[in-house]
């Protein structure tokens, strides 16, 4: 299991693809139409090999808005890249895990897992053909030039009610190593890349943070105190989400 791409959620697209897209100094988004059936629009910035969309509502009702209306702009989502699909949908079944959406086409197969029976997040399962492939980020995705090619997302933080139990059911899920306590913290880890769960925030359950790999981070927060952004040591908050700030 790899960190393929990570989302937002955040009621204003346009503003917050230019917040995200300055701040990380991104190439222009790739807008996906398929989004549409969930009731989204989207955009979705090449970062390394991985990916990070924002989405926006467009109509009543979907599970984004929903989430919006409870934290505000927030993390959302976490896509996993496997390279066996059938082993882990093999492991859902014996779990009684739920899928509320699924996808086999002939360049990726992905299903989401219902946030229930997984806590904290929406997370997808996905496995590209060929691996270095990723349908979600548009037909023409490519790497940025130098070293931005080496950027990459290494972490995400989940704020849970009880750390410990979230993480142990993340860890039978995905059918990952026991989490390891990391002070106040559980850490699972993946291929690359890891994730953290922390005791929940005020706003309740859900993704808290993501740890990013920049090529300049002290221009990164440079553009972001000039953006007026919340800045603290090396953490900036955008969509009401820390990303913590590594050097490569």
């Known amino acids: 299991m790899r960190i393929r791409q990570i989302v937002f959620a955040a009621a204003g697209l346009q503003a917050g693809a230019h917040s995200l897209a300055t701040l990380l100094g991104l190439d ?7 989004v ?12 390394g090999d991985q990916f990070v969309e924002i989405v926006s509502p467009t109509r009543a009702g979907t599970t984004a808005g929903r989430l919006i209306e409870r934290r505000g702009d927030c993390g959302y989502m976490l896509i996993l890249q496997t390279d066996d699909f059938d082993r882990e949908l093999a492991r859902f079944e014996r779990l009684g895990v739920r899928r509320v959406w699924a996808k086999d086409l002939d360049d990726i197969r992905a299903t989401h897992l219902h946030p229930k029976d997984i806590g904290g997040a929406i997370v997808s399962i996905d496995q ?8 979600w980020g548009g037909p023409d995705w490519k790497l940025q030039p130098g070293l931005a090619a080496q950027q990459r997302v290494v972490g995400v933080t989940v704020g849970a009610d ?11 899920v995905l059918g990952l190593g026991a989490p390891v306590a990391q002070g106040g ?9 890891w994730v953290d769960f922390e005791p929940a925030d005020a706003r309740g359950e859900g993704i808290s943070g993501y740890t990013l790999a920049v090529a300049d981070r002290d221009a990164v927060l440079a553009r972001a105190r000039e953006m007026g952004l ?3 040591c090396h953490a900036v908050t955008l969509f009401g989400t820390r990303l913590e700030l590594r050097a490569l």
């Open 185 to 193: 913290t559980q850490r699972l880890v993946l291929d690359g890349g």
């Open 162 to 172: 009880d750390p410990a139990a979230m993480a142990a059911r993340w860890a039978q």
């Open 36 to 47: 549409a059936e969930f009731g989204l629009d989207n955009a979705v910035f090449v970062l």
């Open 230 to 232: 919340d800045v603290a």
């Open 128 to 135: 590209p053909t060929p691996p270095a492939s990723w349908r």
């Open 28 to 34: 222009s988004p790739y807008r996906d139409p398929g």
